[in-house]
């Protein structure tokens, strides 16, 4: 993947699946933690797994470093077992969000390097599978607003996912297309999320490659609230959700933009001064930008 890509993947994800130390189940019943690291190799959403199935994802929750909670201490590979087992477990959480399994439920935790040396250790191996695979060869080459969204996909899904008319689309460089077959489901929530911002970083990478610009090059687009969101993001403003809603959250993150570049701080995704100085400042980072 362009290094771009990758510089970007934390302030990305970060906000789609938020930073969680300690295990929990995801909406489909599997065991996670981290930013949306999935520890859990049970086959059939919602269930108890197999003995083998057991096996296979303690082995995935024993490659990180777990320290428990009281003393700091690393964790024994029966304590991480435990700790899986009481998580999976709790069927019944699953749907209510990862806020379920604090402590006192859970008893161990990760560190945020550890966090982040898992998630890369995980999107590197989510991109050597995906590019072995056919149509997925020529993957180096493509914008990297389109190796984002493809590998936003597979966080989702796993890089195994079969979609015929996407990958036909994708194996012929024809992005706009990639853009309408690019959505899974459930379509709701943080994946409802994530389907909007991968469609449009696949409309980005055919704007991109049609304007020229270097396929080593993440492009943003400022020109609407969504954009917006997306550059506060990219800027480290956080908490913010990229929803597309200029709600309350919204306009204060754009507000506290304003106060810390010394401009009308009247809370407004499009005034123009303010979509000017987020335009500069990505431009600094190294994004290419559109809509400003």
């Known amino acids: 993947m ?20 300690f295990m929990y189940l995801d909406v489909k019943g599997y065991v996670s933690t981290g930013i949306g690291n999935k520890i859990d190799e049970t086959a059939r959403d919602n269930s108890a797994p197999t003995p083998q199935e057991r096996a296979l994802s303690l082995a995935a929750a024993g ?4 320290l428990v909670n009281d003393a700091d201490t690393e964790a024994t590979p029966e304590e991480v077992a435990a700790e899986w087992d009481t998580v999976k477990s709790r069927l019944d959480l699953a749907p209510f969000g990862h806020g379920n399994f604090r402590p006192p439920l859970t008893r161990l935790h990760v560190e945020d ?48 996912f ?16 990639a853009a309408d077959e690019c959505h899974f489901t459930p379509d709701v929530g943080t994946i409802g999320i994530r ?10 990478a ?10 080593e090059q993440l492009v943003l687009d400022v020109s609407d609230v969504f954009g917006v969101q997306g550059a506060l993001l990219a800027l480290g403003i956080k908490p913010l959700t990229q929803d597309g809603v ?16 010394g401009l009308a701080e009247n809370g407004a995704f499009d005034d123009p001064d303010t979509v000017s100085a987020l335009a500069s400042q990505l431009a600094g980072l190294g994004f290419t930008v559109f809509g400003a």
């Open 113 to 160: 390097d550890e966090i982040d040396r898992h998630v890369f250790a995980k999107l590197d191996e989510m991109e050597t599978v995906l590019t072995g695979r056919e149509g997925f060869g020529e993957f180096a080459s493509w914008p990297a607003n389109a190796q984002l969204a493809t590998l936003s996909m597979c966080w989702g899904m796993g890089p195994k």
């Open 2 to 21: 362009h290094q771009s890509v990758r510089d970007y993947w934390i302030s990305f994800n970060d906000p789609l699946e938020g930073r969680v130390h």
């Open 206 to 215: 055919s704007q991109a490659e049609s304007q020229g610009v270097p396929v």
């Open 195 to 204: 389907n909007k911002l991968d469609r449009a970083h696949f409309l980005l």
């Open 246 to 261: 200029d709600g309350p959250l919204t306009q204060g993150k754009v507000k506290e933009f304003q106060a810390a570049n």
């Open 63 to 66: 490659l990180l470093r777990w």
């Open 162 to 177: 079969r979609f015929p008319k996407f990958q036909g689309h994708v194996a012929a460089r024809e992005w706009v297309g």
